[in-house]
């Protein structure tokens, strides 16, 4: 999921038994591992980042 609040970009994934998540895509040439997601409670994990206008 994706929620976007000005500049601000939270990108949610729910996967309760990851040990860890890492984001990637286009913001940061596909680079694995680079950006690590946060563990939130009922197995979200989350990450917030600003990015550039752009399209949708």
Do not use: C, K
Request: positive net charge; glycine residues 8%.
């Amino acid at each position: 999921m994706v929620r976007i609040e000005g500049e601000w970009v939270e990108f949610s994934f729910f996967r309760p038994t990851a040990q860890q998540v890492h984001l990637a895509g286009d913001f940061n040439n596909w680079r694995r591992g680079e950006l690590p997601m946060v563990r939130s409670r009922h197995g979200y994990w989350t990450a917030r980042m600003r990015l550039p206008a752009g399209e949708f």
